[in-house]
């Protein structure tokens, strides 16, 4: 059974950081393109950060480039966002999620066929 759980999501002040989880089970870390995403109330999901299975090349959203960084942990087999240097706009809830289709990519969150239950970030002074 494919699951996604995300944790780490927090209250921070502008210029803080955090790291999200997501632990997977049912597939390993490697086998499919997995990325973040985000929502905030008001505004479409989109795509923050992922991983293709082609190449490994990473997506970074031009809104988090040099702030985020997107990694793997094979041997706990869990997704990692650092984030650094949060801002206000940064607010939403954060899912991962992952695809059997090789061909996903991060500007179109509908590809992706696996969801986690999402973790709120809020950035607030």
């Known amino acids: 059974q494919v699951q996604l759980v995300e944790s780490g999501g927090d209250l921070v002040q502008p210029g803080n950081s955090l790291r999200l989880s997501c632990v997977l089970s049912?597939?390993?870390?490697?086998?499919?393109?997995i990325g973040w995403f985000r929502q905030a109330p008001g505004k479409e999901r989109e795509g923050v950060a992922c991983?293709?299975?082609?190449?490994?090349?990473?997506f970074y959203a031009d809104s988090v480039k040099g702030r985020f960084t997107v990694s793997k942990d094979h041997t706990k087999n869990t997704l990692y966002l650092q984030m650094d240097g949060l801002k206000p706009e940064d607010t939403a809830t954060y899912y991962c999620a992952a695809t059997p289709w090789y061909g996903a990519t991060c500007s179109w969150p509908q590809q992706y066929e696996y969801w986690g239950q999402g973790t709120q970030v809020t950035v607030s002074s």
């Open positions: 049912g597939f390993t870390v490697d086998d499919y393109p």
């Open positions: 991983i293709s299975r082609i190449d490994d090349a990473i």
